[in-house]
């Protein structure tokens, strides 16, 4: 499965808002499938940008977790991530190259705020 950096972004907005709602049920109105939704909640774990329960079972064709809570990266992350026009200026950027890793399109969103903040 492709990594998709809007999930990502996704369940950490999630994250950060949750509620009673079940955050994969939130997930699946924006049509994420509950397998997409595991693995890169899984990724999230892996990153260091959320603590995840791994829910990874022998039947499972790809590693699964569910989302505990945002790690400090991960607020960074979404503190960068969070404004649509600078989410869409570093996807726009990035699909130029063809993609790039979690963390390079993290440094790229911190040097688009520094710039809005004319740093």
């Not at 499938?33 to 890169?40: A, L, P, Q, R, S």
Request: net charge negative; proline share 2%; charged share 30%.
């Amino acid at each position: 499965m492709k990594r998709n950096l809007d999930l990502i972004r996704d369940i950490c907005l999630a994250l950060e808002s949750k509620s009673d709602q079940d955050i994969a049920e939130s997930l699946r109105d924006k049509d994420y499938t509950d397998e997409e939704i595991g693995f890169h909640s899984y990724l999230l774990g892996d990153a260091g940008f959320a603590q995840v329960a791994d829910t990874t079972t022998i039947s499972d064709l790809l590693p699964q977790a569910i989302p505990l809570h945002l790690t400090w990266k991960g607020y960074e992350f979404l503190e960068s991530a969070r404004e649509d026009k600078r989410w869409a200026k570093a996807k726009g950027a990035i699909r130029k190259i063809g993609g790039t890793s979690i963390e390079v399109a993290f440094d790229l969103l911190k040097e688009y705020a520094k710039q809005e903040l004319g740093l």
